[in-house]
């Protein structure tokens, strides 16, 4: 019987003893040199220690817990960080900074300043590769294997990928191309879902075993080379191997990518995994390892609920139930899975896509109420676009609901699929601006520049949680391809109307006016316009449209204003201001312009308004922009 972890089913609170990791964070080399009692002992330390510490700050959860005895045996085995390891997205890496002397930094991490919440090279020297999107590990590894080969260095590189990440396309264009090139890399499959195939029990170890020996290795591939000239034996072998390891494994389709495929094995047996590693590491070529794992492992409600402890925020006091507290406003992704379900009743055409994204882009409702009318992809965004491509080509409506950041992903699609055949797709852009903890790799700040370049496109900025319902029904009214980028978070509390109205494409909403400058908004930085506008005696208009703009009233706002100022959670490079600038320049009219948009700088994690001001986007910038001669994009104060 495997180990395994003590269980747990409350938060720790208070800071447990942990003397194995005391030891560990001041010399790594402590780790390499501990018994298999003592890796056990390590690894209930660093659950604990997680635990405690993530309770403190919110933070990345279920994932973490899920690769302790991974973590703890790769740093084990290998010689890090001279050995590499490239971790995949990197929700999962917790325990890998606890054991790489950031421990005590933890308590620091996804906040302003702290460690980041993903692998990030400039953070430390064992985080090899910088991530936060999906499916890169296999390719990154690969590359670091073969300039490891071409130097005439003895390093080992593992790559560490879910089950989730691996069904991305770049993991399988990455897995052929290892399979032709056969580099010495580890492929380690971390499979928390059982979503790749299942075989557990004593033969299928045994086997594991047997399959990870360097004699196996040396039998079979002499074997090849001794009966491929005897092709009547050569075909029997080959086909009795075959059928001995489907028996116990579900590997078949790695083995004819050309891995040397081992597993499935327990990966919260550390004695066993320590062995496997050892073994699996020496070998050449390609080879996969198999592992099964529980997210939130050792930590029961974690184990109970993995979607619901993916990522936690900080541990609070219980609260004063005698005092009245108000209504939270709704968060922007509800508003949308709400207008979604509220459209799919009156429309049978409306058919709703994500790429793995249903209880983050709230559409757990829709998929419940219109399960037919629902797909998850899965982490395919290429595929979600174009799928949707050929459902409006035949006469569906859907509505793709992805986050900006990801949405990058599939840029492709969207131009050539999409937009190129003018098809009636509607882009639910969710998390459009700054996201917040996850830092660059999440913002999604470059979405009125990719988008706006692109012909038959129309593109949608609400400022708030109704503007938002009404834009996405107008969208969707729309036959072509059109974008509503919403932001991260609760809306501004704004009454939201049942009732679903079209406005107008491209019209804009004075909502104050004044004199000399004007300030033109697009999306959720309204409230500080509005107290911007208010300080400046200036004019203040909703802008409500990216692509196509107001430009009527663009043309009596220049005319009439000495000033023009315009705000938005975008790269200032080819945003929604410079689509004002374009438009004026081009119709000859002569105004002074200042953006308040993100500089050409990347905004590393923190809070959302701690982002904003590292940005610039504040009413006291706008006001700056207005009065001073000074560059707004000064205001940037980098975070790291």
Same mark, same amino acid.
């Given at each position: 019987?495997?180990?395994?972890?003590?269980?747990?089913?409350?938060?720790?609170?208070?800071?447990?003893?942990?003397?194995?990791?005391?030891?560990?964070?001041?010399?790594?080399?402590?780790?390499?040199?501990?018994?298999?009692?003592?890796?056990?002992?390590?690894?209930?330390?660093?659950?604990?220690?997680?635990?405690?510490?993530?309770?403190?700050?919110?933070?990345?959860?279920?994932?973490?817990?899920?690769?302790?005895?991974?973590?703890?045996?790769?740093?084990?085995?290998?010689?890090?960080?001279?050995?590499?390891?490239?971790?995949?997205?990197?929700?999962?890496?917790?325990?890998?900074?606890?054991?790489?002397?950031?421990?005590?930094?933890?308590?620091?991490?996804?906040?302003?300043?702290?460690?980041?919440?993903?692998?990030?090279?400039?953070?430390?020297?064992?985080?090899?590769?910088?991530?936060?999107?999906?499916?890169?590990?296999?390719?990154?590894?690969?590359?670091?294997?073969?300039?490891?080969?071409?130097?005439?260095?003895?390093?080992?590189?593992?790559?560490?990928?879910?089950?989730?990440?691996?069904?991305?396309?770049?993991?399988?264009?990455?897995?052929?191309?290892?399979?032709?090139?056969?580099?010495?890399?580890?492929?380690?499959?971390?499979?928390?879902?059982?979503?790749?195939?299942?075989?557990?029990?004593?033969?299928?170890?045994?086997?594991?075993?047997?399959?990870?020996?360097?004699?196996?290795?040396?039998?079979?591939?002499?074997?090849?080379?001794?009966?491929?000239?005897?092709?009547?034996?050569?075909?029997?072998?080959?086909?009795?191997?075959?059928?001995?390891?489907?028996?116990?494994?579900?590997?078949?389709?790695?083995?004819?990518?050309?891995?040397?495929?081992?597993?499935?094995?327990?990966?919260?047996?550390?004695?066993?995994?320590?062995?496997?590693?050892?073994?699996?590491?020496?070998?050449?070529?390609?080879?996969?390892?198999?592992?099964?794992?529980?997210?939130?492992?050792?930590?029961?409600?974690?184990?109970?609920?993995?979607?619901?402890?993916?990522?936690?925020?900080?541990?609070?006091?219980?609260?004063?139930?005698?005092?009245?507290?108000?209504?939270?406003?709704?968060?922007?992704?509800?508003?949308?899975?709400?207008?979604?379900?509220?459209?799919?009743?009156?429309?049978?055409?409306?058919?709703?896509?994500?790429?793995?994204?249903?209880?983050?882009?709230?559409?757990?409702?829709?998929?419940?109420?219109?399960?037919?009318?629902? =797909?998850? $992809? #899965? %982490?395919?965004?290429?595929?979600?676009?174009?799928?949707? !491509?050929?459902? /409006?080509?035949?006469? +569906? &409506?859907?509505?793709?609901?992805?986050?900006?950041?990801?949405?990058?992903?599939?840029?492709?699609?969207?131009?050539?699929?999409?937009?190129?055949?003018?098809?009636?797709?509607?882009?639910?852009?969710?998390?459009?601006?700054?996201?917040?903890?996850?830092?660059?790799?999440?913002?999604?700040?470059?979405?009125?520049?990719?988008?706006?370049?692109?012909?038959?496109?129309?593109?949608?900025?609400?400022?708030?949680?109704?503007?938002?319902?009404?834009?996405?029904?107008?969208?969707?009214?729309?036959?072509?391809?059109?974008?509503?980028?919403?932001?991260?978070?609760?809306?501004?509390?704004?009454?939201?109307?049942?009732?679903?109205?079209?406005?107008?494409?491209?019209?804009?909403?004075?909502?104050?006016?004044? =004199?000399? $400058? #004007? %300030?033109?908004?697009?999306?959720?930085?309204?409230?500080? !316009?509005?107290? /911007?506008?208010?300080? +400046? &005696?200036?004019?203040?208009?909703?802008?409500?449209?990216?692509?196509?703009?107001?430009?009527?009233?663009?043309?009596?706002?220049?005319?009439?204003?000495?000033?023009?100022?315009?705000?938005?959670?975008?790269?200032?490079?080819?945003?929604?201001?410079?689509?004002?600038?374009?438009?004026?320049?081009?119709?000859?009219?002569?105004?002074?312009?200042?953006?308040?948009?993100?500089?050409?700088?990347?905004?590393?994690?923190?809070?959302?308004?701690?982002?904003?001001?590292?940005?610039?986007?504040?009413?006291?910038?706008?006001?700056?922009?207005?009065?001073?001669?000074?560059?707004?994009?000064?205001?940037?104060?980098?975070?790291?």
């Amino acid at each position: 019987m495997g180990y395994h972890p003590d269980m747990t089913t409350t938060f720790p609170t208070v800071k447990p003893v942990t003397p194995l990791l005391a030891q560990i964070n001041a010399d790594l080399g402590v780790l390499r040199s501990l018994d298999e009692d003592d890796l056990q002992a390590l690894a209930n330390e660093v659950r604990q220690y997680m635990l405690f510490s993530v309770s403190q700050t919110g933070g990345h959860f279920g994932a973490g817990l899920g690769v302790v005895e991974l973590s703890i045996a790769l740093h084990h085995v290998l010689n890090t960080p001279e050995d590499r390891i490239v971790w995949d997205v990197g929700h999962q890496t917790y325990p890998h900074k606890i054991l790489t002397g950031r421990m005590e930094r933890l308590a620091t991490i996804r906040q302003a300043g702290g460690l980041s919440g993903f692998p990030k090279r400039s953070e430390s020297s064992f985080d090899t590769f910088g991530v936060g999107h999906s499916s890169t590990s296999i390719s990154a590894a690969m590359g670091m294997a073969i300039a490891a080969h071409r130097q005439g260095l003895d390093r080992k590189v593992v790559a560490v990928i879910g089950d989730g990440a691996i069904t991305g396309g770049m993991a399988f264009e990455a897995l052929a191309h290892a399979g032709h090139v056969r580099p010495n890399m580890l492929v380690i499959l971390n499979d928390n879902q059982m979503s790749i195939g299942h075989n557990t029990g004593g033969l299928a170890t045994y086997f594991a075993k047997i399959w990870a020996s360097p004699t196996y290795i040396a039998l079979r591939e002499g074997s090849k080379r001794i009966l491929e000239h005897v092709r009547t034996a050569w075909d029997f072998a080959k086909k009795t191997e075959e059928q001995m390891k489907s028996l116990v494994a579900p590997g078949m389709l790695f083995e004819e990518l050309g891995f040397n495929y081992v597993g499935p094995l327990d990966g919260h047996d550390l004695p066993q995994l320590v062995q496997t590693l050892e073994a699996m590491i020496e070998l050449k070529g390609p080879q996969l390892l198999h592992i099964r794992t529980v997210k939130g492992k050792g930590f029961s409600p974690a184990e109970s609920d993995p979607v619901g402890y993916h990522a936690i925020n900080k541990i609070e006091a219980s609260p004063d139930t005698t005092v009245s507290k108000k209504p939270s406003p709704p968060k922007y992704q509800d508003v949308f899975g709400r207008w979604l379900c509220d459209t799919a009743a009156i429309d049978s055409r409306l058919i709703g896509i994500t790429p793995a994204m249903c209880e983050g882009s709230g559409m757990v409702r829709f998929s419940h109420e219109y399960p037919d009318r629902y =797909h998850d $992809v #899965a %982490i395919a965004e290429q595929h979600a676009v174009t799928l949707a !491509a050929g459902m /409006a080509c035949d006469g +569906l &409506k859907p509505v793709v609901a992805i986050y900006s950041t990801f949405l990058q992903r599939a840029y492709d699609q969207l131009i050539h699929d999409v937009a190129l055949q003018n098809l009636d797709v509607t882009f639910a852009i969710d998390r459009g601006g700054l996201v917040g903890q996850d830092g660059a790799t999440h913002h999604g700040v470059y979405d009125l520049s990719y988008l706006r370049c692109i012909p038959n496109m129309i593109i949608a900025c609400p400022s708030n949680e109704n503007e938002c319902r009404q834009l996405l029904y107008t969208a969707y009214q729309h036959e072509g391809p059109a974008a509503i980028r919403y932001p991260r978070g609760a809306g501004t509390g704004a009454l939201i109307e049942d009732e679903m109205t079209a406005l107008p494409v491209g019209q804009a909403v004075t909502l104050r006016t004044g =004199h000399n $400058v #004007a %300030i033109l908004n697009f999306g959720v930085l309204l409230e500080e !316009a509005e107290v /911007a506008a208010r300080a +400046l &005696k200036a004019t203040l208009v909703d802008m409500r449209w990216a692509k196509p703009l107001d430009e009527t009233l663009l043309l009596q706002i220049a005319k009439s204003h000495d000033r023009l100022i315009t705000v938005e959670e975008n790269a200032l490079a080819g945003g929604a201001g410079s689509a004002v600038a374009e438009f004026l320049s081009g119709a000859n009219i002569d105004v002074e312009i200042r953006h308040i948009a993100i500089p050409d700088a990347f905004i590393h994690h923190g809070s959302q308004t701690e982002n904003r001001k590292a940005a610039g986007l504040t009413s006291d910038t706008i006001i700056e922009a207005a009065t001073l001669t000074t560059a707004p994009a000064e205001a940037l104060t980098k975070l790291v």
